[in-house]
T-cell receptor
Framework: EAQVTQNPRYLITVTGKKLTVTCSQN?????MSWYRQDPGLGLRQIYY???????DKGDVPEGYKVSRKEKRNFPLILESPSPNQTSLYFC?????????FGAGTRLSVL | GESVGLHLPTLSVQEGDNSIINCAYS??????FIWYKQESGKGPQFIID?????DKRQGQRVTVLLNKTVKHLSLQIAATQPGDSAVYFC???????????FGKGITLSVRP
């Protein structure tokens, strides 16, 4: 069964405290990406990765970092979170033209 | 710029009726069009897709129609059930090395 696992599912933090949201897949697919979902704005891509050590900016990369040291993992890093990064985050893995989404991480930055 | 959008933010249908959710797109270079369903508290789930060289594709109780002339995509759900209540997103993808662009989503509410 295709699985995209994100952790944590819920996170409350304070402005400026570095955090990492992890994402892992069991499908051996090359393409992985991060989205944020906000009311009225839909899903917007933050970063994506075509393969190991290959990452690129999406539509809203400011304030985020990613790394792709191995195929199965694609962590999202917020070095200095701010309240405008309060959102629902999804990791996705693409197999062909189909993207499989994780269950989401709800982040609140106070 | 290129965008994918939906005509209506909400749709309410009677259980058992057919639902039609519409979507407009503007990137004529897109190769694939995809419908996703997002239930409360979950990530988007793939429903059905269609390639740009097709006009219609059918799945189980769902049909996607593509009209390239007017850049319009629709999702038809037959005999709508309470479990179909969710937010539906259309998305377009121009193929390898491109990104998936989502519409803003429409809420389908099924009345018992």
């Amino acid at each position: 069964e295709a699985q995209v696992t994100q952790n944590p599912r819920y996170l409350i933090t304070v402005t400026g405290k570095k955090l990492t949201v992890t994402c892992s897949q069991n499908m051996n697919h090359e393409y992985m990406s991060w989205y944020r979902q906000d009311p009225g704005l839909g899903l917007r891509q933050i970063y994506y990765s075509m393969n190991v050590e290959v990452t690129d900016k999406g539509d809203v990369p400011e304030g985020y970092k990613v790394s792709r040291k191995e195929k199965r993992n694609f962590p999202l890093i917020l070095e200095s979170p701010s309240p405008n990064q309060t959102s629902l985050y999804f990791c996705a893995v693409a197999g062909g033209n189909i993207q499989y989404f994780g269950a989401g991480t709800r982040l609140s930055v106070l | 710029g290129e965008s994918v959008g939906l005509h209506l933010p909400t749709l309410s249908v009677q259980e058992g009726d057919n639902s039609i959710i519409n979507c407009a797109y503007s990137n004529s270079a897109s190769d694939y069009f995809i419908w996703y369903k997002q239930e409360s508290g979950k990530g988007p789930q793939f429903i059905i897709d269609i390639r740009s060289n097709m006009d219609k594709r059918q799945g189980q109780r769902v049909t996607v129609l593509l009209n390239k002339t007017v850049k319009h995509l629709s999702l038809q759900i037959a005999a709508t059930q309470p479990g179909d209540s969710a937010v539906y997103f259309c998305a377009e993808w121009a193929g390898a090395n491109s990104k998936l662009t989502f519409g803003k989503g429409i809420t389908l509410s099924v009345r018992p």
